[in-house]
């Protein structure tokens, strides 16, 4: 299976493709991609069987990736691979288009099954995360409501946010995302001021409210 890895850290790229490698020879890595536009022009050009797709990218995310090739790759398939396990990431890339969506605490083995189940038709998903999914079609989860109060964030901050909400120590946050501690101080202070929020223990009940943690 030709696969094409996009994600905005070249680092979890270099991860995926040794993981890939090392669990089996019927999985071959053909592209890599950073942001939208290079995600595009990857698929495009290779028309890989699946594109294992971050959420949030450089340039509109990885729904953007999905709408922009669906004609010009249409035998493509995508599956949501990404730190988020947020209800509204996961529904949102769902209804973008995705087959399936599974954190990057999946191993190497289950990634490969996931991406040979997905290039079969099926749909995956990592146990926690296809409640979300069918929460949201039984009406349990007001996804509008969620995206209005997330439209305030930008991509780096709902990231921020959601792991400081869980409880993360700024120093953790900072090695999860690769950037530094101020970074994180700095994204902070803008998710609260944002928000309308004045500490932790409010973000996070906010968070838990809206089932996004």
């Not at 053909?30 to 942001?35: G, L, P, R, S, Y």
């Amino acid at each position: 299976m030709r696969v094409v890895v996009v994600d905005d850290h070249h680092m979890f790229r270099t991860g995926v493709r040794s993981e890939l490698a090392a669990a089996t020879a019927a999985v071959t890595v053909v592209a890599e991609a950073a942001d939208v536009d290079t995600a595009v022009a990857a698929v495009e050009r290779e028309r890989p069987a699946v594109v294992l797709l971050d959420v949030h990218l450089p340039g509109g995310g990885g729904v953007e990736v999905i709408r922009r090739t669906q004609t010009t790759a249409p035998g493509t398939r995508f599956l949501a691979l990404s730190v988020s396990d947020a209800a509204e990431d996961v529904i949102g890339t769902i209804r973008g288009g995705a087959r399936g969506y599974v954190t990057k605490t999946i191993s190497g083995a289950e990634l490969v099954d996931a991406v040979g189940r997905v290039a079969d038709g099926d749909a995956v998903f990592s146990p926690r995360l296809a409640g979300f999914v069918l929460d949201a079609f039984a009406g349990a989860i007001q996804v509008a409501e969620v995206d209005s109060d997330l439209d305030r964030l930008s991509e780096r901050e709902r990231e921020v946010m959601r792991l400081i909400a869980r409880g993360y120590a700024y120093k953790e946050v900072a090695k999860e995302l690769f950037i530094s501690v101020k970074t994180v101080e700095t994204h902070m202070s803008s998710v609260l001021r944002k928000l309308q929020l004045s500490s932790r223990h409010e973000l996070t009940r906010w968070a838990s409210d809206r089932r996004l943690l």
